[in-house]
């Protein structure tokens, strides 16, 4: 037996080294039957109904965001995208009866702002309004400022290989 067996056993085999361990190990499984909700992502937004930190989760049609106080207070809120440009609400990400994906306002139906084109992080640098992503005749990508009275077009270069 080497000296470091002796040792790593006698350790091992001294309860005062792995009860607390083995308590740790408990304490923590018991922690993961009770984490559900496990990969749910804090953000730092308030549930305005309790008061409750909002959650982002991953449900059926994509993430979203929910109270942490759930079951106990049941509030859920699409994620923004950008900012509707006829209303100024939300832009969520929407799907279709048939399934298909497509950005809407979160006031829908008081207001019909409906969009294919994706919403982009970035501002428009004209106006800061939010911008969509389209692909142009050439296949080029094109960021579209959403404001019809802006117009801004920008055409993204072709990143070269
Ligand atoms: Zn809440
Ligand atoms: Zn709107
Ligand atoms: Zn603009």
Redesign the pocket.
């Known amino acids: 037996m080497t000296a470091w067996c002796k040792t790593a056993c006698a350790a091992f085999l001294n309860p005062e080294f792995y009860q607390p361990f083995l308590s740790t190990v408990l304490e923590a499984s018991e922690n993961i039957k009770n984490m559900k909700n496990f990969f749910d992502e804090a953000t730092d937004l308030v ?1 305005e ?4 930190p909002m959650v982002k989760k991953l449900g059926r049609f994509g993430f979203f965001l929910a ?1 942490s ?1 759930f079951p106990d ?1 049941r ?1 859920t809120k699409s994620i923004s995208l950008g900012v509707c440009p006829k209303c100024g609400g939300d832009i969520t990400l929407k799907r279709s009866k048939k399934g298909r994906e497509f950005y809407g306002c979160s006031k829908y139906p008081n207001c019909d702002f409906v969009s294919w084109d994706k919403p982009i992080e970035e501002k428009c640098q004209k106006c800061g309004s939010t911008m969509v992503e389209k692909i142009g005749k050439d296949k080029k990508v094109i960021h579209k400022c959403l404001n019809e009275s802006c117009a801004n077009e920008e055409v993204v270069e072709e990143q070269e290989a």
């Open positions: 549930c109904k309790c008061g409750s109270c106080n207070c509030n």
